[in-house]
């Protein structure tokens, strides 16, 4: 089996084929998404960080002189509000809407949170263990970060219920060749989702609240649609990943028992198992970049024009720069994985997603005396954005 990202076996299997990438073709033209794939650590690493390429080309050029088919008309609603947020632009509009927003996102405001955060996962993991477990992924790993980001926007408690299906269907549109049935749910839910925040937003303008919905209202320089898109990728990146990352992470203890174990008894590794965690099945296996004047990468020239497909789990198990990169190690002091990025666009919110993670984990080790598997997991069918369905677990208690 080589990379096909739409095989059920190989989304749930990826890492036998990413160690054939790295050893023999590094670089390599996967024709049916017309990208470059990008295998290596030292490559991913350089290109994130490569002013050649950007999230967008639009600030350089138009979809036909960059030798691209103009989108779908029917997609406008949807790309309105991805690429009025940081994300999706380049410098200077993603420096100035970067600048506004991190803010809210310094080390010293987001370790602030903490006391919340470790409030909610223990009211939530309280909550499971009482009933005897169930699908840790609905009843823990998506609650929290849904509640935390939501709470720091001003999302009222009776419209969180929103959110999270918004957002799993906004990222359907990010996977590979998606079906014209997903880019429509994608459309929709970003309709949806814009329309309520503009009418939220008006709500805030008119009577400010302590939220950072209230704070961005009133920056004259931030346009409606750039608060829109804004909020919009703050809730989207603000929970996806810890969501998948709490799955994946679980699932990754189960079948490394003796890990589990390790992490149990002493619990001051727990900064490095999330980073572990994170590394050894990243919850985001590939970012785009479009390459905006040619390039070469190990002697390949990449013309302007085409999409990198940058493979964080490959890069994330790339022996040259991890040790034994196949062996989960809830101790790994030397960690520099790639999962949240790097360069202009590294994760904003990494900060607060370690914070989340480790109050989530930790919180289950302290109220649990054991967490047995139910049943052997499935994975969804998207590659891009990785996670699990469901994770049943039974919860005996501490």
């Not at 749930?12 to 996967?30: C, I, M, Q, W």
């Not at 493979?311 to 034994?324: H, M």
Request: net charge negative; glycine share 6%.
């Amino acid at each position: 089996m080589g990379f096909d990202p739409w095989n059920p076996d190989f989304v749930a299997h990826p890492y036998g084929v990413y160690d054939e990438l790295r050893r023999e073709s590094p670089v390599t033209y996967f024709e049916p998404t017309n990208q470059w794939l990008i295998a290596r650590h030292a490559d991913v690493n350089a290109l994130l960080r490569d002013r050649r390429l950007g999230r967008s080309y639009l600030h350089v050029a138009t979809h036909e002189e960059f030798g691209r088919p103009p989108e779908p008309e029917f997609q406008e609603p949807f790309w309105r509000v991805i690429r009025a947020g940081m994300l999706d632009v380049e410098p200077p509009v993603h420096t100035r809407l970067r600048r506004l927003v991190s803010k809210a996102f310094t080390p010293r405001m987001v370790e602030s949170l903490r006391p919340r955060v470790r409030s909610i996962a223990r009211e939530l993991v309280d909550a499971y263990v009482e009933k005897g477990g169930g699908d840790l992924i609905a009843e823990v790993a998506e609650p929290l970060p849904v509640t935390v980001i939501a709470e720091m926007l001003g999302i009222p408690e009776s419209d969180r219920h929103l959110l999270r299906p918004w957002s799993a269907d906004i990222c359907g549109m990010y996977e590979l060749n998606p079906t014209l049935e997903a880019q429509h749910t994608a459309v929709r839910a970003a309709s949806e989702f814009a329309d309520y925040l503009k009418a939220l937003a008006a709500e805030r303008r008119a009577a400010p609240g302590d939220d950072l919905i209230s704070a961005l209202t009133q920056i004259d320089e931030l346009t409606e649609d750039e608060l829109v898109g804004t909020c919009v990728l703050l809730l989207n990146a603000g929970h996806e990943a810890t969501v998948n990352v709490t799955g994946n992470g679980w699932w990754s203890l189960f079948r490394n028992p003796g890990e589990l174990a390790r992490l149990r008894a002493d619990r001051s590794l727990l900064p490095t198992a999330v980073e572990e965690l994170l590394r050894w099945d990243t919850p985001l296996q590939m970012f785009e970049r479009w390459v905006l004047e040619d390039i070469e990468v190990h002697g390949v020239r990449i013309p302007r024009g085409s999409e990198v497909a940058l493979l964080f789990g490959s890069a994330n198990r790339d022996p040259e720069v991890f040790d034994d990169p196949d062996r989960l190690d809830v101790g790994r002091a030397d960690n520099p994985h790639i999962s949240f990025g790097a360069g202009i666009h590294f994760c904003l919110g990494a900060p607060l997603a370690r914070i989340e993670l480790a109050e989530s984990f930790g919180a289950l080790l302290d109220r649990t005396a054991e967490l047995e598997l139910r049943e052997e997991p499935e994975w969804k069918p998207g590659y891009v954005i990785r996670g699990l369905r469901a994770l049943q677990l039974t919860a005996i208690p501490a």
